[in-house]
Each structure stands twice: as structure tokens, then as C-alpha cells.
């Protein structure tokens, strides 16, 4: 596990970061016209202590594909009990507002970015999803930090592997299930503090 000292971690230009690592429809026979979310996990990290402080996580009905497929249940761990009458993305992308407002993220006087691995959480499974049903999709969704670039410019070198590989260099325990959302934001997040715990100081690498 990385180092609970905080001294090396410099000052950041961000007060907040959200880890964020979506789950979705997916099937290994049959190519789906459009992917829908099915796990909308966000983690509260401090900028300052790089510890959690506030959790959002929501499962999600799809409306194109209602009934999850066995690959995706074997791949992500979510069954259909778990999806099944739970709220629909628009209703969730609602609640998740009502919920960065009671943590005060949507101050003037708060910055927070996005931290997600690989930009296609952001870049394409959000936006599509949100076109597609013809939902507005918030501007602060437009902005985050892709941890890929932030650990390659950090250990020079760039993570193929993924999540795995990364955590594997940095010599930290993977917690949990692969392709669970939330036990997935749960390791970015400390690849996230082991990266500041080196001295890096965060900034927005990708944008919508």
C-alpha cells in the first residue's frame, strides 16, 4: 500500500479531485448500438491529504438493453438484481448534481477536477449515452485529468496494462474486483496519492 506521509505532497491547483470509473452494458457476442451505464461511482478525494472524504455511487437501469448480459455480469460483478429498477442515467446525472452541491463542490471558491483512467469514461461513454437520449450533459463533466498521462510523466513510462500495470509499478495491493466501478475508483485514487506522494503536482491533460 503507498505511504500514509504526507509530506512529500506539494501544493495542488486543485482543491478536490473526483475519481470517476463508469461500468457498462457490454456483450462479447453481439455488438450493441450504444453502450448505457450501469455504475456511476465518484470518489471525493482532499487535495491536500489525498484521503477520501465523500462517496457517490449509483446503479443504473439501462433502457436499450435492460437485460445485462452474462459477459457483462461475469466481467463486471453487477447482476441484473442490481440494476433492475434502479434509476435511469438522467435521473442519476440529477442526483449526482444534488450531491456536489451538498459537498459545496459547485462554490465559485471550489476548484475539483476529474480523474479517470483513460478518457473514455469522459470522451465517449458519457457524452454518446447523453447524445444519444438527447440528456444535457453538465459543463463540468468537460474537463479532467487522464492518470495514464499524469503516471507517465511522472515514472516515464506509459501504462499499456492499464490500472493493473500502474498499481504494479507502484508496488500497491489491488483492492477488490477488476471492472467493479467502485473498487476500481478505490485503486486509481491510490495511484492518484502515490503519484503526489512523489511530488506531482496535478493539472487538467484532457478536455471534451
Known amino acids: 500500500m503507498a505511504s500514509s506521509s504526507t509530506n512529500s505532497i506539494q501544493p495542488q491547483d486543485y482543491d478536490y479531485f473526483l475519481v470517476l470509473d463508469f461500468e457498462a452494458t457490454c456483450d462479447d457476442k453481439t455488438k450493441l448500438n450504444q453502450h448505457e451505464i450501469i455504475e456511476f461511482p465518484v470518489l471525493k478525494i482532499n487535495g ?4 477520501c472524504e465523500s462517496t457517490f455511487h449509483a ?8 437485460q445485462l448480459t452474462e459477459f457483462c455480469t461475469k466481467l463486471t460483478g453487477i447482476t441484473q438484481d442490481m440494476v433492475s429498477n434502479q434509476p435511469n442515467l438522467a435521473a442519476v446525472l440529477e442526483d449526482f448534481d444534488i450531491w456536489l452541491r451538498k459537498e459545496d463542490l459547485l462554490k465559485k471558491t471550489v476548484r475539483f477536477i476529474f480523474v479517470t483512467c483513460g478518457d473514455w469514461d469522459l470522451y465517449t461513454m458519457l457524452p454518446g449515452q447523453c447524445d444519444y437520449f438527447h440528456l444535457p450533459r453538465a459543463e463540468y463533466f468537460n474537463r479532467w485529468i487522464n492518470i495514464k498521462k499524469s503516471f507517465n510523466k511522472v515514472i516515464r513510462k506509459y501504462p499499456r496494462s492499464g490500472m493493473v500495470g500502474m498499481l504494479g509499478d507502484l508496488n500497491i495491493q489491488h483492492q477488490g474486483r477488476h471492472h467493479s466501478g467502485i473498487d476500481d475508483c ?3 485514487a491510490e495511484i492518484l496519492k502515490a503519484l503526489a506522494l512523489r511530488g ?3 493539472e487538467e491533460n484532457r478536455k471534451k
Open 48 to 51: 491536500r491529504t489525498f484521503e
Open 200 to 202: 506531482h503536482v496535478f
Open 59 to 66: 446503479y443504473v437501469t439501462p433502457t436499450l438493453n435492460p
Open 186 to 188: 478505490r485503486n486509481i
